[in-house]
């Protein structure tokens, strides 16, 4: 078969197989199975399958996943990551403060927690209620709150990254220090859409508020342990002291500990924590299954090779073919999902990239904006029903969709920036080397 009929073939199945309702993970893996089947005999590809998906649950960099997603969970299930709330609530006495305290408290969850919806779960399960009694506009509450959960998949650790990282052979720490400054930046451009939304349309921000300041013990409390916790992750990693996969070990028994001796956590949060990281990672191994084998199909066919010489014979600009990239993700971002999108398009799109001589590791950290995007925009955006469902019925979901539009228009230009000064992503790898 020809490696444009296998890609078009590859393609049309699985979105056939997708809009009738299949799981992604089973959808991926009944459209390459067919195309295995050219290549191999059936027993011969249940055996690769099978291999294929015990090759997944044992690689070694891939135990760093459930284990930043158990770290989340538990930060979750204590008031760690509440209390880091309303200490930036409380702590910033200025108008707007419930706002800038939820972007500072989503950046703070992002450095210990790589997964925007429980960054977004977390934050917004205490900050939603509080910003709405306060009186601030309902857009702008469920906005800078689904925005700000998208801040846990760019600052370190960021599970969009590693398995980035993971598809393309890319540095895992690299491309971890890689979105630290961007990530900055974007907190800096969040502060600044609220700051125009309260000029433009002051109504929507109480011009005082009532909250009670915390103690010294409170705030050490609060403060301590995300810092602590950050702290551990990136010196192991960075100062070479340990793997990700090994620095995820030791945060996650530090978290166990922190959860129960300052957090508040109690056997049942803890065994929910275990269950969420479960069920979260039941999904996440079978679509990383059958992603590898739907990479393993594409790459005997050599579609990605094709499809890059193919590309390039139109002898486009690099910046035009990065443009069509980017418009293609954040399409493709409205009906996928990030992880789905990574194990899909990947193994076609960052060799095209690389062709066109962008760096793996600045691209990283574009494609993992352009996944913020993917979960803020309608009808598949993680975020937009998060939040709308803890608001238990107080915030439609075309407020959401409504007081997201800003905070887009902030990713946007994040990806403008960094396109005209790709050393913003990359001065900080070249000087940790």
Same mark, same amino acid.
């Given at each position: ?31 390459? !199975? ?32 459930? !284990? ?42 992002? @450095? ?26 309902? =857009?702008?509450?469920? +906005? ?15 599970? /969009? !990254? ?30 600044? %859409? ?16 009532? @909250? ?37 070990? %030791? @945060?996650?028994?530090?978290?166990? /500990?922190?959860?129960?001796?300052? +957090? ?38 050599? %579609? ?31 009906? &996928?999902?990030? %992880? ?48 709308? +469902? /803890?608001?238990?019925? =107080? ?7 409504? +007081?997201? &539009? ?5 990713? !946007? ?21």
């Amino acid at each position: 078969m020809q490696w444009y009929e296998v890609g078009i073939g590859l393609l049309g199945l699985l979105m056939f197989l997708i809009a009738i309702g299949l799981p992604i993970p089973f959808a991926l893996a009944a459209a390459s !199975l067919p195309f295995l089947w050219q290549i191999q005999s059936f027993q011969t590809s249940l055996v690769s399958s099978q291999l294929k998906l015990w090759g997944v649950w044992i690689d070694y960099i891939l135990l760093a996943v459930p !284990l930043f997603v158990f770290l989340g969970e538990l930060i979750g299930k204590s008031n760690i990551g509440p209390n880091l709330y309303q200490f930036l609530h409380q702590g910033v006495r200025m108008r707007g403060s419930a706002a800038f305290g939820s972007i500072g408290a989503c950046a703070g969850f992002g @450095a210990v927690c790589g997964s925007s919806m429980v960054g977004s779960l977390t934050i917004g399960g205490v900050a939603l209620p509080e910003m709405l009694r306060l009186g601030y506009g309902k =857009q702008l509450s469920s +906005g800078v709150l689904a925005a700000g959960g998208t801040l846990s998949v760019l600052l370190p650790p960021s599970l /969009i !990254l590693l398995f980035y990282g993971i598809v393309t052979d890319q540095s895992i720490g690299d491309l971890f220090i890689a979105g630290v400054i961007p990530g900055l930046i974007l907190v800096l451009f969040f502060s600044a %859409v609220v700051l125009v939304w309260g000029v433009l349309y002051p109504d929507d921000i109480p011009e005082s508020e009532q @909250a009670r300041r915390m103690g010294l013990f409170q705030i050490a409390a609060t403060v301590g342990p995300i810092a602590l916790i950050g702290l551990v992750i990136t010196v192991a990693i960075y100062a070479g002291i340990a793997t990700p996969t090994e620095a995820a070990a %030791v @945060a996650a028994l530090l978290t166990v /500990i922190l959860a129960f001796g300052v +957090g508040g956590l109690r056997w049942q949060g803890l065994k929910d924590a275990l269950f969420s990281t479960m069920r979260t990672m039941g999904y996440l191994g079978l679509l990383l299954s059958a992603g590898t084998l739907f990479g393993f199909v594409l790459t005997y066919y050599r %579609v990605p090779y094709e499809f890059t010489q193919y590309f390039m014979a139109f002898d486009l600009s690099p910046y035009m073919v990065l443009l069509i990239v980017l418009v293609f993700y954040i399409v493709l971002g409205m009906f &996928l999902e990030p %992880v789905s999108m990574t194990f899909i398009t990947l193994p076609t799109i960052f060799p095209l990239m690389s062709a066109a001589g962008y760096d793996l590791i600045w691209f990283g950290v574009v494609y993992t904006i352009t996944m913020e995007i993917a979960v803020l925009t309608p009808p598949v955006g993680l975020n937009l029903y998060v939040i709308q +469902g /803890i608001s238990r019925g =107080q915030v439609t979901i075309g407020d959401v969709i409504k +007081g997201c &539009l800003p905070f887009i228009g902030a990713l !946007l230009v994040l990806i403008a920036l960094l396109v005209a000064f790709p050393q913003i992503a990359l001065w900080l790898p070249e000087q940790m080397k």
